[in-house]
């Protein structure tokens, strides 16, 4: 150690011959959410005397917050990847002297917390005495990290409606089958302008309750467009489900029925239809018979 040393140690105010100017840093980081990175900062010490490590003339590279000081804690704590000195400081020069003249290195890692919205994340910084954090030459330092913004999850994709077809005023329970349903929170669900109560969610299924929806008496059937809408995201393809008026409903179930005698309804309905299918091949034949 040099008598301009010794003196300046056995100074109080150990700034007075510390001095530094800025030398370069290590380009700015662009990462993604968990991903660490690494940033380098060079002085030139341009005072009186050495920077040396565990002595009264240590340097160190704290924590800045614009218009309220430094030395303190960082704004984005979170994001020390266990390599900063403390929570008010960045990095102490890596060599283990610096004298006048020469160049010091400090160096720290940054890790992205994950759920960082995307942006920009500035580090300020600047070199103060270890022992009494006091600024040595301000020099305004920064550097960046620009996280970008999350790519938009794929909407989701509808395949099939089972079943693809229900009356009017009756809450079908229908199953929506396709890929990339998020359940949490629940999807919407929409047959045509009405808004179904999901009832049942997987990430290839859905089952809702399809919203009653009046038709009018001349109009026997209807189609509307379902999609789904995860939370966040464009909605997804259309299918066709056909509401079906509920008395066109009913008098084609009961049409179909086998009567079960003879005063039945549906035996009425199957009376009615062989008279009428008689009359067409008597007209047919040309014949009464």
Same mark, same amino acid.
């Given at each position: 150690? @040099? ?10 105010? %150990? ?19 968990? &991903? ?87 580090f300020h910084g600047e070199l103060v005495?270890?022992?009494?954090? &006091? ?9 960046? %990290? @620009?996280?970008? =913004?999350?790519?938009?999850?794929? +909407? ?22 396709? +890929? ?10 929409v047959f045509g302008d009405d808004v179904?109560?999901?009832? +049942? ?24 467009? %379902? ?6 995201? +464009?909605?997804?393809? =259309? ?29 009425? %309905? ?9 009359? &067409? ?9």
């Open positions: 150690m @040099t008598s301009g040393q010794d003196d300046a140690t056995e100074r109080t105010d %150990v700034a007075a011959f510390l001095d530094c100017e800025f030398a370069g840093e290590s380009a700015f980081l662009s990462l993604s959410q968990g &991903q660490t990175g690494t940033f380098s900062v060079f002085f030139v010490n341009t005072g009186t005397v050495s920077w040396i490590r565990s002595t009264p003339t240590q340097v160190d590279l704290a924590i800045c917050r614009p218009g309220e000081g430094c030395d303190l804690e960082s704004p984005q704590s979170d994001w020390n990847a266990g390599s900063w000195v403390s929570s008010t400081r960045y990095a102490t020069h890596t060599q283990q002297e610096v004298g006048p003249g020469q160049i010091g290195t400090f160096i720290f890692s940054v890790q992205v917390p994950p759920g960082s919205p995307g942006g920009t994340y500035r005495v270890s022992r009494s954090g &006091q600024l040595i030459h301000p020099v305004g330092y920064y550097q960046d %990290v @620009t996280i970008a =913004a999350a790519a938009a999850a794929a +909407a989701a994709v509808i395949t099939a409606l089972e079943p693809s077809e229900g009356k009017d005023f009756t809450a079908t329970e229908v199953r929506i089958l396709g +890929a990339g349903f998020i359940c949490t929170p629940s999807p919407t669900v179904a109560e999901v009832l +049942a969610c997987s990430p290839t299924e859905i089952i809702a309750a399809a919203p009653s929806h009046a038709l009018p008496v001349e109009q026997p059937r209807e189609r509307v467009n %379902v999609v789904v809408g995860n939370a966040g995201q +464009a909605a997804s393809n =259309a299918l066709d489900f056909t509401y079906i008026h509920s008395s066109a409903a009913d008098s084609v179930d009961e049409s179909t029925l086998s009567p079960d005698s003879a005063n039945s309804p549906g035996a009425s %309905v199957a009376r009615e239809a062989i008279r009428r299918r008689i009359g &067409q091949v008597r007209s047919l034949w040309g014949t009464d018979r």
